[in-house]
């Protein structure tokens, strides 16, 4: 009790000290009167001050500051607010608790794992995410890609190409498609020859392998490439049932070429004479009798009702030949060079009167030259058609083992075989003019069956 007693007189003298009432504090001890407390927050809500004031005095003061306690009475989503609430307690009963309660922003989308989807041809890339609060919050945008050659392929290296996608929202990464370039195959693009007077540009079956390793790797093969041809190790092979000319007939390493045997060829590029070059248009001859072809296979060809001369050029099977199975296959990696041209194809030597029902006009990617052409003195070739070293040309080991006649005298005329030019004989329907193995030229027969092809083209290089 005097413990209490004390306290009370503490109290007592501590209010009369804070009244500051004068002289006569004694007379001034009231009950006091209490206006309506007020109640003040801190700024972030963690504290509240209550304080009521005596109406008798205003220095008599009750003052309680109390810690609150915050409860969130429901969470934000993507989607709406929450809310929380501070409470504060306070010990002295006159004081009532006091609530605040507070906004609490949208939560952010809490996205999963971004996913990136590249279009077939890499020319557009999505960019989607998902919220895990709510699946049908969904970003997305579609970047068009832009292309670029990092390091061009060669013929020794695969090469680089790269897509890449750029996003607005800086959310979505850069993305990049890499894609690999082929190998430029030998042949597959035109390349001048270091002298300036040949170039290599397509590939055909040429040398016959004889190597017993790779033959019987060969043999394992099945499927052919899209050109037609089949790839090992990089390398381009053909096959061939022979059907020399005539049992003499050799491949180039002496070998006979036995008829009805298969045998393996590497495609090679073809090398072409520089003919004349305009800027950079080349008209080129094949610098080898490449396959064996006849100009007409048969005779009396009718067309609405007409009869078609069998050495008429428009018409005859070699130009079909050319511009289809020859040009499909030897153009086959990039053909991208060769022109569409017109020649024309008068008879020779001269027009004769009968030109009704003749096409002197053609359009070809590949032909053979004219009788004209091999006459030609500004393609080095002589103007008189007597042989000559100059216009004789080589077979291949291909061309003989698929039946093109060729010299077998060891001789510089070695392995050279007749082939034909695209012009008609003036006095017979059925012959056309040929370069003789000795390099004359003089008709022969359209339906001939052992001539060598020596095609033509026009590329140009840019
Ligand atoms: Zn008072
Ligand atoms: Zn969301």
Redesign the pocket.
């Known amino acids: 009790m005097k413990k209490h007693f004390k306290l009370f007189l503490s109290l007592t003298i501590s209010?009369v000290i804070l009244?500051g009432c004068g002289e006569t504090p004694v007379e001034n001890i009231?009950?006091?009167?209490?206006d309506n407390p007020t109640y003040v927050w801190s700024d972030d809500f963690s504290i509240c001050t209550a304080t009521r004031v005596?109406?008798?005095?205003n220095?008599?003061k009750e003052i309680e500051t109390v810690n609150s306690v915050y409860t969130v009475i429901s969470s934000p989503t993507c989607d709406s607010n929450g809310s929380g609430v501070y409470t504060a307690t306070f010990v002295n009963p006159a004081f009532k608790k006091q609530t605040y309660e507070v906004t609490i922003e949208t939560a952010p989308h809490e996205y999963g794992e971004i996913s990136y989807t590249w279009s077939s041809d890499y020319s557009t890339c999505t960019a989607k995410r998902i919220c895990n609060n709510n699946s049908s919050h969904i970003e997305t945008e579609t970047a068009d890609s832009s292309y670029k050659v990092i390091s061009p392929a060669t013929m020794d290296s695969e090469g680089l190409g790269r897509y890449t996608a750029q996003f607005k929202n800086a959310a979505f990464e850069q993305q990049n498609h890499d894609i690999v370039l082929e190998k430029l195959y030998y042949g597959n693009y035109p390349q001048i020859s270091l002298d300036g007077n040949t170039l290599t540009y397509g590939l055909y079956p040429q040398n016959n392998v004889n190597d017993e390793t790779l033959l019987s790797s060969l043999n394992e093969l099945s499927a052919t490439e899209s050109n037609g041809y089949y790839l090992y190790n990089d390398v381009y092979y053909a096959k061939l049932t022979a059907k020399p000319n005539d049992p003499q007939e050799k491949f180039d390493n002496g070998n006979s070429i036995v008829e009805g045997e298969t045998y393996w060829f590497k495609c090679e590029p073809i090398t072409w004479n520089i003919l004349s070059k305009n800027n950079d248009e080349y008209y080129l001859l094949s610098s080898v009798l490449i396959d064996n072809h006849c100009y007409t296979s048969e005779y009396d060809r009718l067309l609405d009702g007409y009869y078609i001369p069998n050495n008429d050029f428009e018409y005859s099977d070699i130009r079909s030949w050319l511009n289809n199975e020859f040009f499909n296959s030897a153009f086959a990696l990039n053909n991208s060079y060769i022109q569409l041209v017109t020649v024309d194809t008068p008879r020779a030597p001269e027009p004769a009167d009968f030109t009704e029902q003749f096409h002197q006009s053609t359009q070809n990617k590949v032909y053979l030259p004219s009788y004209y052409d091999y006459l030609n003195t500004s393609y080095n070739f002589p103007d008189s058609t007597e042989p000559t070293i100059i216009r004789c040309c080589k077979t291949t080991d291909w061309t003989r083992a698929n039946g093109a006649f060729s010299w077998s005298t060891e001789d510089e005329y070695k392995n050279c075989g007749s082939y034909l030019t695209r012009s008609p004989y003036t006095n017979h329907n059925s012959f056309v003019y040929e370069v003789d193995v000795n390099g004359g030229l003089y008709e022969t027969r359209s339906l001939k069956a052992n001539l060598g092809v020596r095609p033509a083209i026009t590329i140009k290089l840019s």
């Open positions: 209010c009244s009231h009950e006091h009167v209490y005596c109406v008798e005095n220095t008599h």
